[in-house]
Antibody, heavy 120, light 107 residues
Framework: QITLKESGPTLVKPTQTLTLTCTFS??????????VGWIRQPPGKALEWLAL???????RYSPSLKSRLTITKDTSKNQVVLTMTNMDPVDTATYYC????????????WGQGNLVTVSS | DIQMTQSPSSVSASVGDSVTITCRAS??????LAWYQQKPGKAPNLLIY???SLQSGVPSRFSGSGSGTDFTLTISSLQPEDFATYYC?????????FGQGTKLEIK
């Protein structure tokens, strides 16, 4: 079955760069059509889609955050890494790794989430 | 970006009641609409895709309808485990956007 798990810091300082790793199983990022995405949720607020990467290295970013985000994959390790630069307290959120599926792009499997607090 | 607007923001109901949540897209998304349920401290769970198709394992008391810009999620015969927050998401076009959520509370 498909599982995803996020790992990374729980606390980062303002202006620092956040690096989160998603380790997944049950599918391969070398298979045509397969991707991994990131979504975040500030405490008590709504979900916000951040980025997607596909098996062919096609990458999509939220337009509002594109300048700060980088998504990469390591198919040998079944991992996807998201980096977000210049962190600010408003970036405090739970960051979820997700498996996109169709029709269209929706998210049928989610990791447990990684709460990241941005504070000095 | 396509804006997704849910109503109401919160609703109170009793076990056994039926509840309908609406979601409106700012432009035509055909039937590329998903609904998620989220319980406190947990990741969202996909309930419905393609506006009206039930995800595997989801009870049949959940149903969805709509196309174009207007969609609904109906939960019939509410069970205690249904009290949660519900989100819609447009799956039609990048960037993929969510509604602000509807919190379903016990009356």
């Amino acid at each position: 079955q498909i599982t995803l798990k996020e790992s990374g810091p729980t606390l980062v300082k303002p202006t620092q760069t956040l690096t989160l790793t998603c380790t997944f199983s049950g599918f391969s990022l070398t298979t045509s059509g397969v991707g991994v995405g990131w979504i975040r949720q500030p405490p008590g607020k709504a979900l916000e889609w951040l980025a997607l990467i596909y098996w062919n290295d096609d990458k999509r970013y939220s337009p509002s955050l594109k300048s700060r985000l980088t998504i990469t994959k390591d198919t040998s390790k079944n991992q996807v890494v998201l980096t977000m630069t210049n962190m600010d307290p408003v970036d405090t959120a739970t960051y979820y790794c997700t498996h996109p599926s169709g029709p269209g792009v929706l998210f049928d499997y989610w990791g447990q989430g990684n709460l990241v607090t941005v504070s000095s | 970006d396509i804006q997704m607007t849910q109503s109401p923001s919160s609703v109170s109901a009793s076990v056994g009641d039926s509840v309908t949540i609406t979601c409106r897209a700012s432009q035509d998304i055909r039937n590329y609409l998903a609904w998620y349920q989220q319980k406190p401290g947990k990741a969202p769970n996909l309930l419905i895709y393609a506006a009206s198709s039930l995800q595997s394992g989801v009870p049949s008391r959940f149903s969805g309808s709509g196309s174009g810009t207007d969609f609904t999620l109906t939960i019939s015969s509410l069970q205690p485990e249904d009290f949660a927050t519900y989100y819609c998401q447009q799956a039609n076009s990048f960037p993929y956007t969510f509604g602000q959520g509807t919190k379903l509370e016990i009356k």
